[in-house]
């Protein structure tokens, strides 16, 4: 089901529901900046990853109960699942072919082996467990109650300017680029499944393809 995102009767109700978002945008934004500062595989980079998490999550609980919204927290949409996975694919290559680009420009290239760095230190199997959860926890916050909550301006690009906002938190330039254009994708998967299974399944796969299989 689409939502038509209309605001309900009380006013003040959504203007705490907005407050609530925006809280939750700038809490999240920091303590991603601090656990991306944080060495790679060290315990305050999965307990801090872990809590960024949390933060949207429970954001998005506490914005859906201050102004309730059609589709409640969690609309989940058409069910098919192999669209998705193939948009995840297209956009591994994507990123796989610009990783060997970027490497012309500098700035960028160290910004990426520093993502790639946090990526592959550590366990392996904790660097997949915090993706995954963050993945879906972003999906909830982002395209769930911050589509719906903006829903009657431009949603698609209200929340990819948003989410790109946030990631800048951590001050690097490829997380912030990939954040741009998966950001775009993940709301266009929004607003024509009307639900979150469609950017859930393509973040969670193409973080999976991201982690494992992108070239150094």
């Known amino acids: 089901m689409v939502t038509t995102g209309a605001e309900p009767a009380a006013p003040a109700r959504w203007r705490r529901r907005q407050v609530a978002m925006a809280a939750t945008a700038v809490v999240g934004a920091l303590l991603l900046g601090a656990g991306v500062a944080q060495p790679a595989g060290s315990a305050w980079f999965y307990g801090l990853t872990v809590l960024v998490a949390a933060v949207w999550i429970s954001g998005a609980i506490l914005a859906d109960r201050l102004a309730p919204s059609a589709g409640g927290v969690l609309p989940l949409g058409r069910r098919a699942v192999l669209p998705p996975l193939l948009v995840a694919v297209a956009a591994y290559a994507f990123f796989a072919a610009c990783s060997l680009l970027v490497r012309l420009v500098p700035p960028v290239q160290h910004a990426l082996a520093t993502v790639l760095g946090h990526a592959r230190g550590g366990s392996m199997v904790l660097v997949l467990a915090v993706a995954a959860l963050n993945g879906a926890a972003e999906e909830v916050y982002f395209r769930g109650v911050l589509y719906q909550t903006v ?44 639900g979150l299974l469609a950017p859930v399944v393509t973040h969670l796969a193409w973080s999976l393809l991201m982690v494992l299989l992108l070239p150094r």
């Not at 997380?175 to 499944?193: C, D, N, P, T, Y």
């Open 151 to 194: 829903a009657r301006t431009n949603p698609v690009l209200v929340t990819t300017t948003v989410y790109a906002l946030v990631t800048a938190g951590t001050r690097n330039v490829a997380l912030v680029l990939a954040a741009v254009v998966m950001g775009f994708i993940f709301a266009r998967q929004r607003r024509v499944a009307g």
